[in-house]
């Protein structure tokens, strides 16, 4: 096409179109990446939402200025806290008048295949990006996950996985390795210049955070733990930040113990730096997340974790980078680890220092460096 009929059509010219991401819901992380990326890019971003936010999300994002967002009109169903399906047939018709030059979409949901089909009869490249891994990909047990995976991952020309786990997904799809990039998952906030030292005055002994339940995030279990601690003689003083079906359990159980407990509710990212800074150790009792941001949140605080072996960031960050403790899922090894992490400041400076350059691995310009190069190389 040439640039004469492109400005008497009013549409862009090849190569002139703007990198367009679909998404299922905005994260604060998510918001930081495309406000850089958004900054650095040589052509327009548009990052098209499935909704607004998530049923269990009360996160408070700020207006974007370096990228364009907007919301596609179409069914959601928020099937849990951790799961929703999306359907939004407007994908099309947004997709057809902005001819991008690229469209990466996020994850596999039916929106995400409509946006790629769409995209690949315009005649654009399109990339999948997920933080999906091999243990919790919903396509091992269910078909219609299955065949959407197959539609959608072969056919892209590449691939953006937020973990070692989620490259290993994508390949297992069908996309050739020489085609995947990490593009790791990192805080939505900066830490302190100074990070506190595990030796500083810390109130709270414990921490939890993430949402209430069993199912994912091991809530009761953390509870477990605590009672176990007390039973060896050890009250401690215990912050629990978030909300979710169980939070009235929890305050009854440790209320009735004893037990010195804060609950928070739902923390906004502005307060996550001081609720971190408040504990001595973090505990990450899950049972499978994909990454677990917060662990980063927490390592970046100085704060000491220790963390079940059930998520991206237990394996590839805290074992692989011996910067925290990973222990199975049992309540008394966990008692004696947290006890053994509290009764020992020299070890978790150690596992402080180790988590330094590990941090640096996992961050806000290893992701945007990772989107850029694929962009360039397959935008047209």
């Keep these: ?14 190569g002139d179109g703007p990198v367009v991401i679909v998404i299922g819901a905005r994260a604060p992380y998510m918001h930081r990446l495309y406000e850089r990326l958004g900054a650095e890019l040589d052509r327009p971003l548009h990052v098209l939402a499935c909704s607004a936010r998530e049923a269990a999300r009360q996160w408070d994002l700020p207006d974007p200025t370096a990228y364009r967002f907007e919301v596609v009109p179409g069914l959601r169903w928020y099937r849990s806290a951790v799961s929703n399906l999306y359907i939004n ?22 929106t995400m295949l409509m946006a790629a089909w769409t995209t690949r009869i315009l005649g ?6 997920t933080d999906g891994v091999p243990e919790t990909d919903p ?30 997904l994508l390949a ?15 805080p939505a906030w900066d830490p302190p210049a100074t990070a506190p030292s595990p030796k500083a005055e810390r109130p709270f002994d414990l921490l939890f955070c993430g949402i209430l339940n069993e199912e994912v995030k091991g809530a009761r279990f953390f509870t477990e733990v605590v009672l176990a601690c007390q039973a060896r003689g050890r009250a401690l003083r215990v912050r629990i930040a978030g909300d979710g079906p169980l939070r ?11 037990i010195d407990a804060q609950f928070d509710g739902f923390v906004q990212q502005a307060d996550l730096a001081a609720v971190y800074a408040s504990a001595r150790l ?10 677990g941001i917060v662990i980063q949140e927490a390592l970046q605080s100085g704060t000491g974790v220790l963390a079940s ?16 403790l990973v222990r199975p899922m049992t309540v008394e090894g966990w008692a004696e680890a947290a006890l053994r992490l509290l009764d020992e400041p020299a070890l978790r400076t150690t596992l402080r220092d180790r988590a330094a350059p590990a941090l640096a691995r996992f961050s806000l310009a290893a992701a945007t460096a990772a989107y850029q190069t694929a962009i360039t190389a397959y935008a047209r």
């Design 172 to 186: 297992r799809y069908g996309l050739a390795s020489k085609r995947l990039a990490l593009a790791p998952l990192f």
């Design 1 to 14: 096409m040439s640039s004469g009929s492109s400005e008497s059509s009013g549409t862009p010219a090849r």
């Design 89 to 110: 047939p407007a994908i099309v018709p947004r997709l057809t008048a902005l001819r991008p030059s690229v469209v990466i979409v996020n994850d596999f949901a039916p």
């Design 139 to 168: 396509g091992r047990r269910s078909w219609p996950h299955r065949m959407i995976r197959h539609l959608l991952v072969p056919p892209a020309r590449f691939g953006l996985g937020a973990s070692a786990g989620s490259l290993d």
């Design 282 to 291: 973090f505990l990450f009792p899950s049972r499978g997340d994909v990454w």
């Design 248 to 258: 009235a359990e929890m305050q009854a159980r440790l209320s009735a113990a004893g």
């Design 124 to 129: 654009r490249p399109y990339g999948v990006r």
């Design 309 to 324: 072996p059930h998520s991206g960031a237990a394996r590839e960050l805290v074992e692989a980078w011996d910067c925290g």
